[in-house]
């Protein structure tokens, strides 16, 4: 007996030995292990460290082939307030242990236990351009896989995180990021965009200092108050010296946009130690996905890259990534087709004749689009009334839509119109029928906005419905063209339908409604293009811009206001997308600031151009002057839209001169415009030291408008255009001026 005993004690130790030094080996396998993705210039890395836990290792400049990225080691504790977990940087922070910085996921579980640790178990994917990593929980059945692919081109980053519960019981995810990005020690300069309607497209710039900075939007929409994109560059001062503005063409910066359309934030943080962490995903006010036994939830994407070029750079890589990657024609979408759009010139007062005069007068210019805006539809005479009923009105077109668009077409042009599909007026049949379909919290006051309230797209009945209606819309008639209008933001978001756990999912269920009628009705229609538009710039981002060709900038089509909004959209987003409209002078905002027709041209020409203006009002010389800077336009607008483009002279801050340059990719070709907004003291224009040309080859100028300084040359090198530079008489209120280079030898 007492031998037995013995024999099986001994077992017993042998077996804890063997599993410890098993544990030992795999933990010491897991601290070799390092992921590596190099695209373009940049080289991103991670690791798993001694704990298990995955941790960033390195973001930056691209590494030599042959380097090796230390392994992954966690942090000591500070002191005894801050554990390792909080100062080891972790690359998708569970919400448990010891954490005081921003984690990446927070989950409640049945039993009341929110918990969670994330350790890695295994790639389930790794190739030079995308990994795919699976976490779990310590001890419960979630189980995380985060996912990473690269741009080779670029060097842009694709992650995102798909959460999975295999818990017998259901859970409710309270935050869920797309990912955590980590920064070195240093200090930076964070640039965000804010806003407001027909005021999209501020550039902040603030120093990076202690705690968090929050960007977000909690209003069911992308917003026009913050867009989800952020770049951070890393000041040239030391830590001891303090920061120094963020460099337009020089420095290294980080950046990321989130391709989500529906309530997001990004939080960046300056931790202790230091450290820079960006946080990014689903917005966790108001949020609280039920996940049940065997579900799935994925976040959206982030993006994210780096460019030691710059903010400017950094927005390069942007474009071409945007264009090669996420629009629904990437790899090469077509230039946008010049459009008319009548909405400033006649509001909801549209007609057959009134329509086909317009087109005509339209196509006499050149444009290639024309574009019927709001009041075709239902019972619509103002915002009052209609939305829903997605039917045309029999008195302003008793023939249907047919002969506008026939007539459109006999004049070259094709045909566009506007919708507004996920809203609703109280006023209307579609609302008299279910007044249910709207978000609302039954027994509760429904806030109207515009006289309109949203339909809950997350019922399937009402994304059913809504798709329905285009479908037959796009099948019935020939239209080439969808401006997709969303003029409010959610209030008292209820979805009494379901049972109350599962609510606050319609935070989710919406947009990915929204993004399958877009994709469904792409397919049915492949021909069709779409604008998103929300009341201007109110939703843009990269999920939508999947599904979109381009997008309305802004409301605000003062030229002089849009100058500085243009020169803010690029830092996130290509000109190719960016809808810029000519409207009539006095412009309705600014107590009725008057403008040229050239100045109003040129700010315009700098994007997708589009004329928005009464042309009825028009004089000889307005029609001819607009077409031919409508033909010198169609000339150049590749370079325009699909260039690498440098923000010269920045128009923020009420500067007094502004200018751009978009270089061709075969730097055979650059375009210039240059405005002087309000001069003061007589001061000249500043020397234009153009960038990006190849400095041996010969470039010709010719003027789209304005004029040269007198000597100088016709011709001249690359190398002369970028250093000696080029001087530009340009002086007094809204001048504008615009020319090309052709390489000529
Ligand atoms: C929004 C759009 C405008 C116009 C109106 C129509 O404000 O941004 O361009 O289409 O709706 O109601």
Request: glycine content about 8%; some cysteine; overall charge negative.
């Amino acid at each position: 007996m007492k031998i037995s005993r013995k024999i099986r004690l001994s077992y017993s130790a042998f077996l804890i030995l063997s599993l410890t030094l098993l544990a030992a080996a795999r933990s010491k396998a897991q601290t070799a292990e390092v992921f590596r993705l190099d695209g373009g210039n940049s080289t991103y890395a991670l690791g798993v460290n001694e704990h298990g836990e995955l941790q960033p290792l390195y973001w930056g400049g691209r590494l030599g082939p042959h380097d090796t990225v230390p392994a992954a080691r966690s942090f000591p504790e500070k002191a005894s307030f801050d554990s390792p977990y909080t100062t080891t940087p972790e690359e998708y922070a569970g919400w448990g242990a010891g954490l005081f910085t921003e984690p990446a996921l927070k989950i409640t579980f049945a039993d009341g236990n929110r918990d969670l640790v994330l350790h890695f178990v295994r790639a389930t994917q790794n190739s030079p351009e995308a990994v795919g990593l699976l976490l779990k929980d310590i001890s419960r059945e979630i189980y995380v896989t985060l996912r990473y692919s690269i741009d080779p081109d670029t060097g842009i980053l694709a992650r995102s995180a798909d959460i999975e519960n295999r818990e017998k019981q259901p859970v409710v995810i309270e935050q869920a990021a797309a990912a955590q990005w980590t920064l070195p020690p240093a200090r930076y300069t964070l640039s965000y965009l804010t806003g407001r309607w027909a005021g999209e497209w501020t550039l902040n710039q603030e120093p990076i200092l202690g705690g968090a900075r929050v960007i977000e939007s909690r209003r069911g929409t992308t917003g026009h108050q913050a867009n989800p994109w952020f770049a951070i560059s890393r000041d040239s001062g030391s830590l001891a010296t303090g920061p120094f503005a963020a460099g337009e063409e020089n420095g290294e910066v980080w950046f990321g946009a989130l391709a989500w359309s529906g309530s997001w934030r990004i939080t960046v943080e300056h931790t202790q130690l230091d450290t820079v962490r960006v946080t990014g995903g689903f917005n966790p006010f108001d949020f609280g996905y039920k996940l049940k036994p065997g579900e799935h939830l994925e976040t959206p994407v982030f993006y994210g890259g780096y460019s030691d070029h710059g903010l400017g750079g950094a927005s390069r890589l942007l474009h071409h990534f945007e264009i090669a990657h996420i629009l629904p024609e990437a790899p090469d979408p077509k230039p946008r087709p010049v459009i008319y759009n009548s909405w400033e010139a006649t509001e909801f007062r549209v007609d057959e004749a009134g329509q086909m005069a317009l087109a005509e007068k339209a196509a006499s210019i050149g444009v290639d689009r024309f574009v019927m805006d709001d009041g075709w539809f239902g019972q619509r005479k103002d915002d009052h009334a209609g939305l829903g009923d997605w039917y045309v009105n029999q008195e302003k077109f008793p023939h249907g839509l047919k002969p506008l668009i026939d007539k459109v077409h006999s004049l070259g042009m094709d045909f566009g119109l506007w919708v507004e599909p996920e809203m609703v007026n109280p006023n209307s049949d579609l609302y008299r029928k279910h007044p249910d379909w709207v978000l609302n919290f039954p027994g509760r006051p429904r806030s109207e906005s515009r006289n309109q309230l949203v339909l809950n797209l997350a019922r399937p009945d009402v994304r059913d419905y809504v798709e329905g209606f285009l479908d037959k819309l796009l099948t019935e008639n020939d239209i080439a063209f969808l401006k997709w209008d969303y003029n409010r933001n959610w209030s008292e978001p209820g979805w009494d339908q379901v049972p109350v756990e599962e609510q606050k999912r319609v935070y989710v269920e919406f947009i990915r409604n929204l993004y399958s009628i877009l994709a469904d009705l792409r397919k049915k229609h492949p021909r069709i293009e779409i604008e998103s538009c929300s009341g201007g710039g109110g939703r843009v981002d990269l999920g939508i811009l999947r599904y979109t060709d381009e997008v309305w900038t802004s409301d605000n089509t003062d030229p002089f206001d849009r100058l500085s909004m243009q020169d803010g959209f690029t830092y996130a987003y290509t000109p190719q997308i960016m809808m810029a409209w000519v409207t009539d002078s006095p412009h309705w905002l600014n107590n009725k600031r008057v403008t040229s027709l050239a100045y109003r041209m040129l700010s315009a020409m700098q994007g997708s151009l589009g004329i928005g203006a009464n042309l009825n009002q028009w004089t000889a010389e307005d029609f001819a002057a607009a077409k031919r800077l409508i033909a010198a336009y169609h000339s150049v607008q590749r370079t325009i839209v699909r260039g690498d483009l440098y923000r010269l002279i920045s128009p923020r801050e009420g500067s007094e001169f502004s200018a751009t340059e978009t270089v061709a990719a075969d730097k055979n070709q650059a375009v210039v415009f240059a405005f002087a907004n309000a001069t003061q003291e007589g001061r000249g224009f500043p020397l234009l030291q153009l960038h990006g040309l190849d400095p041996n080859a010969e470039y010709k100028l010719s003027w789209i408008a304005g004029q040269a300084s007198p000597g100088t040359p016709d011709t001249a090198s690359g190398a002369w255009w970028m250093h000696h530079g080029l001087e530009l008489d340009l002086r007094g209120d809204f001048q504008p001026a615009a020319f090309r280079l052709d390489r000529s030898r």
